[in-house]
C-alpha cells in the first residue's frame, strides 16, 4: 500500500507565497521522478512541475521564475515553493509519483495524492 498526501495549501492574498509538500509512504521500493499538477474548476488536469530522482526538472511556462520543486529523497518528499501566486494560480494541487513498490520492483506505475486546495485571493 502506497500513499500520498500533500499538505500546505490554502488561501493567500495575490502576490503571496505558499509551500507545498508531498510526503509518500508504504513499500516503496524506489521513486522515480515526481510532480505537482493542478486542476483548475472547469478545467483539465494540467503539469505544474516535475522533478526526476537525480534533480532535473522542468516547468510549465505560467510558473516559470515563480514555482521552485524540489525533493529530498531520503524522506521520499516533494516540495513546491509558489511565489508571486496570481489569482490563476487558484485550483487543487495534486502530487504525483512514478514508483516502484517492493512486491513489484521491477515494474513502476504512478501514484496521486488526494489534492490539496490554494486558493488566490485578489
Known amino acids: 500500500q502506497v500513499q500520498l498526501v500533500e499538505s500546505g495549501g490554502g488561501w493567500v492574498q495575490a502576490g503571496g507565497s505558499l509551500r507545498l509538500s508531498c510526503a509518500a509512504s508504504g513499500s516503496i521500493f524506489s521513486i522515480n521522478a515526481m510532480g505537482w499538477y493542478r486542476q483548475a474548476p472547469g478545467k483539465q488536469r494540467e503539469l505544474v512541475a516535475g522533478?526526476?530522482?537525480?534533480?532535473?526538472?522542468n516547468y510549465a511556462e505560467s510558473v516559470k521564475g515563480r514555482f521552485t520543486i524540489s525533493r529530498d529523497n531520503a524522506k521520499n518528499t516533494v516540495y513546491l515553493q509558489m511565489n508571486s501566486l496570481k489569482p490563476e494560480d487558484t485550483a487543487v494541487y495534486f502530487c504525483?509519483?512514478?514508483?516502484?513498490?517492493?512486491?513489484?520492483?521491477?515494474?513502476?506505475?504512478?501514484?496521486w495524492g488526494k489534492g490539496t486546495l490554494v486558493t488566490v485571493s485578489s
Open positions: 504525483n509519483a512514478d514508483l516502484q513498490v517492493l512486491r513489484d520492483w521491477m515494474n513502476h506505475r504512478a501514484y
Open positions: 522533478i526526476t530522482s537525480g534533480g532535473s526538472t
